[in-house]
């Protein structure tokens, strides 16, 4: 039970997993889905490719945290396990992915490697678009070494000047593919690849004329993204964002080093130079057998080889939306709508509820807004930013509506971790195109996705509404499963105006009828929510939860967790990353389960399900449950109105949790079992279940 503060009792203490051990395991679990044969050889090269962009990510955005708090044995538990991640990697690329795409006629292939036709190809290659672009800096001995900026690649040049050792840096640069590709001669859709450092390093000794090249080495940087501290009272917006800039420029050059990947050739006298520079010690290097950077894989990706990759999904427009026409001889045909559906004359009659990438995110929200934009009767749109693309329809929209004399407010959230730059340059662009743009509760990171839309209609006011779990970026190289709620509800057009009010610092935070906003209201109501299942637990009533979420880490809610399946509730919970909840104790959460699903798309919404006594209520939003998402961002659930929508919400539901294709399963111990079909059990993968339906109810649309 809990105790009488809330707080984890010394049992419940002890049933937590570390939270850096539970992501370890989670891109464990995502390394492991790269070897699935199942899947073709460049969708297996561009998951791998972002397991190594996640743990970049982790060492910009999580180490310097974790430094700041000090080394323990959890910290130092979690570096082993990092390291032997890393190992993990490094084998599963040497072993795995090299041979499977060479059987393809994909060769990634080292310099020394090339016969001297191809060495020729090659050399051509470099004097014609290379060469020119090098700026070698070279360092006497005692002479400062030059900075290195984030995630950069670097050669360590190893010379003789006039017998005296000396070095030459030359960062590998990014205007240029980070590899060579060359297509094989005499073999169709064969293609020979090449790490561009390694050509760079061959071709030295003419780089370097009157030099003696003793050896090239090359090594990579990663430094913090924390942006320091920019809670400084500022009257006006402009000077955060003029902070935001200048930190971004002194982040790339002057943030913390966090790591320093070097090649194991590297001689001992240059890494302890580059330790010495960068103020590290032993603990931040990782020597690397194989190529740096795997990250930067995904470009090969985009290689004109169709066979090996899955198959582009084509989204649909949701059954609302598809337009009824009579029966003809020609109705097996799809039909593509002529026009975009009016969403208002929709939304006057029904909610609409998306699910992407099933739904088209184009014909939907991005229409959504676009519709308003151009819309006479359209008064006021306001809406938030949190990650947006370079190319953004919605933004683009909200510009034209701006220039058109609407009233467009818009809440970029500019400290959105690494896509800091990219919303900088929307704000500046709705600030010219007239648009008032703000930057959101000092303090407070606003993680929600919201959109407002005030419409004159019959001499009223009318309120229309968008509440996402998810951002305005439908075209990820891997997708994101996202929901969205489209409405005209009044209640919650209501709460949204009046949390757009405390937003824009035009009023205090309220309490709202519908919505459950955090921070101070979403913590007690989700835990009044599962507190009501407790109680009808204990009234011999049916009791349970269904909870869907990317992070599961809060000790209080936990804490409640434990309790309800003390009580007696049943609790599924769908957890994709971070889960510090043990599952299957004895006497404490053996009526918890847990699962974890890795496919095609990366599972994102959120999601609570409760039974309610036979009432069941669902509420979707961006908030995970961990002390970050209840207490110190903005974030907003909202309670979905519509019964039809709700049983629509526990069939998918049901779909995940029946999935044994690509589901893992959390054991007591923190082990992750992947879930296959029991003996006669039909095999189902809910992603392509979803695929299924919304090809067989909807209609194809551009994405």
Partial sequence: MRSSSGSLTARQSTALFDRELSWLAFNRRSLYEVADS????????????????????YFMVRVPRLKRVGSGDGFSLGQQSLRSLIARQQAHFASNLRPRLAQHGIQLLDYEQLTDSRRDRFHRRFEDEIASVLAPFITPPMVSIPDFSNLSLNLAVCLLVEGQPALAWIKVPRSLPRFMVLPELNQDSAWLVVPLEQVIAAHLPTLLLGFQVQGAFSFRVTRSADLGSLTTDTSEAVNLLEMVEESLQQRQQQGQVVRLEVVQAMPQWVRSQLIDHLQLTEDDIYDLQDWLGFNDLEELTRLPRPDLVTTPWQPVLPAALVPSSKPSILSFLTAVPKENPALFEVLKKQDLLVHFPYHSFAATVEQFVAQAAADPAVLTIKMTLYRTSGDAPIVRSLMAAAKAGK???????????????????WAKSLEKAGAH??????????????????????????QYAYIGTGDYLPNRPQPYEDLGLLTKQPEIGRDLSYLFNFLTGCSHQVDYRILMVAPGGLRPRLKRLIEREIQQAQMGNSAYLIVKLNLLADPE????????????????????????????????????????????????????????????????????????????????????????????????????LADNQDAWLLQPDGRYVRRYPLAGETALSAQSHFMQNATRRGQAVAS
């Fill in 38 to 57: 199942k899947q073709p050889a460049l969708q297996r090269l561009l998951k791998f490719a972002q397991v190594g962009a996640a743990l970049d990510e």
């Fill in 557 to 656: 809610i936990i804490a409640l967790l434990y309790e309800a399946s003390q009580a007696g509730v049943e609790i599924n919970l769908i957890v994709r990353g971070i889960c510090r909840l043990r599952p299957g104790i004895p006497g404490l959460s053996d009526r918890i389960r847990v699962m974890s699903i890795l496919g095609r798309y990366v599972e994102h919404s959120r999601i609570l399900y409760c039974y309610n006594g036979g009432q069941p209520e669902a509420w979707i939003g961006t908030a995970d449950w961990t002390l970050r998402g209840l207490d110190e961002r903005i974030e907003v659930m909202v309670p979905i109105q519509d019964v039809t929508l709700v049983a629509e919400i526990k069939q998918w539901l049901d779909s995940w």
């Fill in 437 to 462: 743009v703000v930057y959101g509760v000092l303090g407070f990171k606003t993680h929600t996705n919201l959109a407002l839309v005030i419409r004159h209609e019959a001499n009223q006011i009318s």
């Fill in 407 to 425: 009233q467009i407010v818009v809440l970029v959230e500019l400290t959105a971790p690494l896509d800091e730059a990219i919303n900088i340059h």
